[in-house]
């Protein structure tokens, strides 16, 4: 598996530093517990269950759940399992490695075959809270959940797509699982979801795909699945609280050729040189990084970034930037404002 260092690029022998590897913390907030809406109001004996698991019976309670994961139990008592197993997980990262030392792991991915779309997004929920223990992750992964992951992320409710994709998410933490994911189908499922889910599933979505990005045929999956198309969208609304996220997703595939012609051909140059003028200083330095990367090999580009009236607020961000925005302006700025007139011969072979 081929990973991608995310430090930095290169540009006339100039090492230019991306934003680093902490500046991402704040704009990518890792999934936690299960934020889908309560399941419907425990029962008296439900209740019972859940007081008990903090006493020392609690070993005896978790083993009885995963017993009733079972397929020889109903439907109905299956679904009453998974939901307690999933609110025991919920925030008490005991009871995660407990249940998965019960055996719940292999179960709980059963259900999410299952074609019973409730009892599919009970068990995709226990995985996804099962997940945020470390020492749960290979278990999950060796046990096969990543298909059916990818399974619920294309046919489940909103809110398991939503879990998948953290889920997903969790499992991309360990280096080997990144391009098993990835050829899996995920990457095209989670643009999808970036494209047209709700704000938690394009939060999620971008998440994951940022994670999983690092390698790097799963950002040429990306690129072909069409990720610029919302990468671009979501950076051209102000008020969509993705600009950063998007952003940081768009950069990370900046290393990939594939990737230059389709910014362009989804308008994302005007978009960028926008954001420049208008962003926050963090986006106005990513923008100017993408830019500097689109533009580097390629004298048509420049011309167009140059159209656009990018050399304005490149010069504005050169003398009121921080100072590695100010590296990457000046730098652009030069690019930009070197003779342009050339062959058609010369033109072609600098795309």
């Known amino acids: 598996m081929e990973m991608e260092n995310r430090s930095g690029f290169s540009y006339m022998g100039r ?34 269950l859940l007081l008990s698991c903090s006493s020392e019976n609690s ?21 009453q399992a998974a939901m307690e197993i999933r609110l025991l997980s919920k925030n008490k990262s005991e009871n995660r490695i407990k249940i998965a ?15 019973d779309l409730q009892l599919q997004e009970y068990g995709v929920t226990a995985v996804l809270n099962l997940s945020l223990c470390d ?51 995920a990457i095209p ?15 999620d979505a971008s998440t994951a795909l940022y994670s999983l990005c690092s390698a790097k045929e799963n950002k040429i999956r990306a690129v072909q699945s069409g990720i ?15 600009v950063d996220k998007s952003a940081f997703v768009m950069s ?37 990084s993408i830019l500097l990367q689109l533009c580097e090999e390629s004298v048509v580009y420049r011309t167009m970034v140059a159209r656009e009236g990018a050399i304005p607020p490149l010069v504005a961000l050169s003398q009121a930037g921080t100072s590695r925005a100010k590296q990457k302006a000046e730098a652009l700025i030069q690019l930009l404002r070197q003779p342009r007139s050339i062959s058609n011969g010369a033109r072609s072979s600098q795309l």
């Open 15 to 48: 090492k230019f530093s991306d934003l680093s590897l902490n500046d991402d913390s704040s704009a990518f907030s890792d999934c936690n517990s299960d934020r889908s809406g309560e399941f419907p109001t425990a029962s008296s004996e439900s209740r019972r």
């Open 59 to 79: 070993d005896d309670l978790i083993n009885h759940l995963v017993a009733h994961l079972d397929s020889s139990y109903s439907i109905d008592e299956q679904k």
């Open 101 to 115: 030392k019960a055996g719940a792991i292999k179960p709980l991915i059963s259900l999410i075959l299952s074609s």
């Open 135 to 185: 020492e749960n992750k290979d278990l999950i992964a060796s046990s096969g959940a990543i298909k059916p992951l990818v399974r619920a992320l294309k046919m489940g409710t909103p809110t398991a797509k939503e879990n998948a994709a953290c889920a997903l998410l969790r499992l991309s933490q360990l280096e080997e699982n990144k391009v098993a994911i990835g050829r899996s189908g």
């Open 189 to 203: 499922l989670l643009v999808n979801l970036l494209e047209s889910g709700g704000f938690r599933a394009k939060k």
């Open 228 to 242: 610029m198309k919302p990468l671009v969208e979501l950076m051209a609304d102000f008020g969509s609280n993705m």
């Open 252 to 288: 990370l595939l900046m290393s990939v050729p594939e990737s230059k012609p389709a910014i362009v051909e989804e308008g994302g140059v005007p978009v960028l040189v926008e954001i420049v003028e208008a962003g926050t200083q963090r986006q106005k330095e990513m923008a100017v």
